[in-house]
């Protein structure tokens, strides 16, 4: 039954179904062949939504939109240009620099594509190609599930049960997350010189550094606040979520006054899109996934993998290799709802640290947002400026390679991922 499943899952993925009907439509077939009341659908459904944790998604996604639309995108901006708008390839430095900014706030690598699309691709259109400053833009917003809050590690802890938490997979990822930022930076240095980009921006200036850090004050305790609260344990990922979305809210209406009350019924509406496009896909996948278990799946699974190998190495190096090979054909919040049940398990039963390997799985996943033919921030960005995905992946590539590169280095060196939540007691 089960290979019936996933191949119906794969062809009505195949044929344009939104996977999340894709995963339904096969989940019905599934009860249907294996003679099960098909009452187990619904429950599954409204067990599998029924999550407090799943509310800080839509929270997160609001404060990122209040943060776009209430002119603190072109605080952080203005900082970042401060600082490295006048090195060579500033402004493709200012991109990277300010999509880790809006990455502590909003955790998805979509919307900050979205926002940084609109808002530096024609700035870089003057001064580099478009490609060029398309491929930085889709490579730095890579950052937003990475650096945390993470939309992909709540959906990743949602799904791997009480193995590992939210707090500890959003401490995991600021080293990481760190290192991909002068990584990217770094090639954005490398790239301007080879292609001859002239300078761009002010001088560098103390005074204008320190002008910039005073009007963008406020704006940086917005991580301080909320991703200190949740680690110390002060609020949950969802009340650190909602508290977002105010201090947002307030420095729009009040601070840089760019926010109206017209802005909050779109605001809401591109959150809720996104937020109910997850919900779908966990919603339509808890069936499926209690096919597998009927099934006993994830128990086959371990043992043929244990019997193959009882190298925690190995079975490591399988799964990224599986994962690079699926993030290309498969969207992420999928592959997350599908195989972190599967795998989480067997990885303990290795005795891998569940934080380690959670956090590589996550950024496996992250880095394939960038790989053909389905990666989504390639269709993401190639749609606002105007350019095919064949071109998109022409320049994107050398980007690829120092995000996988960033991952081998985790991989080989998990103190980089581990050390920061052990000290924080996790």
């Known amino acids: 039954m089960v290979p019936a499943v996933i191949g119906a899952f794969f062809l009505l993925a195949l044929l344009g179904m939104p996977l999340a009907l894709s995963l339904g439509l096969a989940s019905v077939g599934g009860l249907w062949v294996g003679d099960l009341s098909l009452s187990v659908l619904p429950q599954r459904m409204m067990h599998a939504v029924n999550s407090f944790p799943l509310m800080a998604i839509p929270f997160f996604m609001l404060a990122g939109e209040l943060m776009i639309r209430g002119g603190i995108m072109e605080r952080l901006i203005e900082f970042a240009n401060s600082i490295v708008g006048r090195v060579r390839g500033g402004l493709a430095h200012v991109t990277v620099l300010s999509s880790m900014g809006l990455s502590s706030v909003s955790g998805a690598a979509v919307a900050d594509a979205s926002a940084l699309s609109a808002t530096l691709v024609p700035a870089m259109r003057r001064s580099y190609d478009v490609g060029y400053g398309s491929a930085v833009v889709a490579a730095s917003s890579n950052l937003g599930p990475i650096i945390p809050p993470s939309a992909a590690m709540i959906v990743y802890a949602l799904m791997a049960g009480s193995s590992v938490s939210v707090g500890a997979l959003f401490m995991a990822g600021v080293v ?239 103190p980089i991922v581990t050390t920061l939540p052990r000290l924080l007691g996790y």
């Open 176 to 414: 990481p997350g760190l290192i991909m930022t002068v990584a990217m930076m770094i090639t954005c240095t490398v790239l301007a010189k080879l292609r001859g980009y002239s300078l761009t921006g002010e001088a560098f200036s103390l005074r204008e550094v320190a002008r910039q850090t005073k009007r963008s004050f406020i704006v940086f305790m917005m991580p301080v606040i909320v991703i200190g609260g949740i680690v110390g344990g002060v609020f949950t990922a969802t009340e650190g979520a909602a508290i977002a979305v105010v201090y947002a809210a307030l420095i729009g209406f009040f601070v840089t006054r760019r926010l109206s009350l017209a802005d909050l019924p779109p605001a809401l509406f591109r959150a809720a899109i996104t937020a109910s496009i997850v919900g779908a896909l966990i919603a339509f996948a808890s069936a499926l996934t209690f096919l597998f278990t009927v099934e006993l799946v994830p128990m086959r699974l371990a043992s043929a993998i244990q019997a193959f190998t009882a190298d925690p190495t190995v079975f490591l190096l399988l799964v990224m290799a599986m994962l690079l090979v699926v993030g290309m054909f498969l969207e992420s919040n999928a592959a997350y709802i599908m195989l972190v049940p599967l795998f989480a398990p067997i990885a303990l039963e290795y005795g891998l640290d569940p934080i380690y390997f959670g956090f590589l799985f996550v950024l496996n996943l992250v880095v394939a947002m960038l790989t053909p033919p389905v990666g989504v921030l390639l269709f993401v960005v190639g749609g606002v400026s105007r350019l095919s995905i064949g071109e998109m992946v022409r320049n994107v590539w050398p980007f690829i390679l120092v995000q996988y590169a960033v991952l081998a280095l985790c991989f080989f060196f998990p």
